[in-house]
C-alpha cells in the first residue's frame, strides 16, 4: 500500500470559519509532511513531523496549525483564513532513512472566500 | 541558498523523444528526485539519482552530474498521457527539505 489519503478533496470556507485538513498513511512512514501549491508553481513545504514531533515549520502564519495524533495521522487546522491562502494542500509521507523519497496524497483544493 | 532552473514548457509529438534539463545550485547535495504531476493532480515520483550517471525505469531515464550542478530527465516514446508538468526536486543537508525547480509543462501532440 504506498497511498495517501486526504479528506475533503475540496473545501469552502469564509474567513471566519474554523476547520481541518486530514491526512492518513499506513506505509508505516514516520515522516509526514505538509506543502502549499498555487497554481502553476511548485509546491512549497509549510510543516514536517518526524515521529509524531514538529521538526520543520517554515515560518508559516499561526492561522494554520499541524497536529500529528499518531504515526499514520496528519491534521492541519484553518481558522481565520485570507482569500490568498486559497490554494491545493498536500500531504506527503516518507521513510526516515535511504532516499526520504516523498509519497504524495491527492490534496485538498482549498478556496477562502 | 537553492537555486533550481528548468525549462517552463516544452512541446513534442506523439512517440518522440523529450529532454528535460534541470540545473541547480545548492549550499548541498544528497539527491536529485524527479516528480511528474498532471493538473490539479498530486505529484508521483519518477525517479531519483544520487550518484553520476544514467538512471533507466522503463520509458523514462535519469542523468546526473553532480560536478556541472545538472540532470536531465528523458522520455522517450511519447504518449498522449506524459502531457503533465515535471518538477525537479534537490534534497539538500536536511534530509526532510526538498528545493523544487519551477516544472517544465510538457504537452505531447498527436
Known amino acids: 500500500d504506498t497511498e495517501v489519503t486526504q479528506t475533503p478533496k475540496h473545501l469552502v470556507m469564509g474567513m471566519t470559519n474554523k476547520k481541518s485538513l486530514k491526512c492518513e498513511q499506513h506505509?508505516?512512514?514516520?515522516?509526514m509532511y505538509w506543502y502549499k501549491q498555487k497554481a502553476k508553481k511548485p509546491p512549497e513545504l509549510m510543516f514536517v513531523?518526524?515521529?509524531?514531533?514538529?521538526?520543520i515549520n517554515e515560518s508559516v502564519p499561526s492561522r494554520f496549525s499541524p497536529e500529528c495524533p499518531n504515526s499514520s495521522l496528519l491534521n492541519l487546522h484553518l481558522h481565520a483564513l485570507q482569500p490568498e491562502d486559497s490554494a491545493l494542500y498536500l500531504c506527503?509521507?516518507?521513510?526516515?532513512?535511504?532516499?526520504?523519497?516523498?509519497?504524495f496524497g491527492p490534496g485538498t483544493r482549498l478556496t477562502v472566500t | 541558498g537553492q537555486n533550481i532552473d528548468q525549462p517552463t514548457e516544452m512541446t513534442a509529438t506523439e512517440g518522440a523523444i523529450v529532454q528535460i534539463n534541470c540545473t541547480y545550485q545548492?549550499?548541498?547535495?544528497?539527491?536529485l528526485f524527479w516528480y511528474q504531476q498532471h493538473a490539479g493532480e498530486a505529484p508521483t515520483f519518477l525517479s531519483y539519482?544520487?550518484?553520476?550517471g544514467l538512471e533507466e525505469k522503463g520509458r523514462f531515464s535519469s542523468f546526473l552530474s553532480r560536478s556541472k550542478g545538472y540532470s536531465y530527465l528523458l522520455l522517450k516514446e511519447l504518449q498522449m498521457k506524459d502531457s503533465a508538468s515535471y518538477l525537479c526536486?534537490?534534497?539538500?543537508?536536511?534530509?526532510?527539505?526538498?528545493?523544487f525547480g519551477a516544472g517544465t509543462t510538457v504537452t505531447v501532440r498527436a
Open positions: 526536486a534537490v534534497r539538500g543537508t536536511n534530509d526532510y527539505k526538498l528545493s
Open positions: 545548492t549550499s548541498g547535495f544528497n539527491g
Open positions: 539519482n544520487v550518484l553520476d
Open positions: 506527503a509521507s516518507s521513510q526516515t532513512r535511504g532516499k526520504y523519497e516523498q509519497y
Open positions: 506505509m508505516g512512514h514516520r515522516a
Open positions: 513531523y518526524s515521529y509524531e514531533k514538529l521538526s
